[in-house]
């Protein structure tokens, strides 16, 4: 999978609605270009090292942005049907951009840290807590789906 389909599928686990989490990449990479301009007309300036790790700063930014406006964006919406079928929306805004980051992605516990804007060790907390939530609207079997 590409980076921007990451990027789509992340936020559409966050807002479920295809149009709602295609604003929200969009809205992530107009944050990223204002917040880090410098580094983005200088991305190819530097040896390889320096590159990826620009390259890295610049997918955990995004993934933040998208985190941070979908988390805005979720009280907005009304996500009754999606919360009806699937048992993965009655979790959280942030349980469930914590387990997509643990099992569809390739970052570390300090850039999941990073993208939720807490330090590593709630999030490991949090990742626990959100296992424990999604399993237990699995077996009490919630009238929705995985």
Do not use: W
């Not at 944050?31 to 790790?53: A, K, P, S, Y």
């Not at 929306?89 to 390739?106: D, G, I, M, P, Q």
């Amino acid at each position: 999978m590409t980076f921007a389909a990451d990027l789509f599928s992340f936020s559409y686990a966050l807002v479920p609605d295809e149009l709602q989490a295609q604003q929200v990449v969009t809205d992530a990479f107009t944050v990223l270009v204002l917040r880090h301009q410098e580094l983005i007309e200088n991305i190819f300036v530097g040896d390889r090292d320096t590159r990826e790790r620009k390259d890295r700063f610049i997918k955990v930014a995004l993934f933040e942005s998208s985190y941070s406006i979908a988390s805005k964006r979720e009280r907005q919406l009304n996500l009754g049907k999606a919360k009806e079928t699937l048992s993965f929306y009655l979790l959280s805004v942030e349980s469930r951009a914590l387990l997509f980051l643990t099992h569809k992605t390739n970052f570390t516990q300090d850039e999941h840290a990073d993208i939720l804007s807490r330090d590593k060790y709630e999030v490991a907390a949090l990742n626990t807590l959100a296992r424990i939530e999604a399993d237990t609207f699995i077996r009490e079997g919630s009238g929705a789906t995985c």
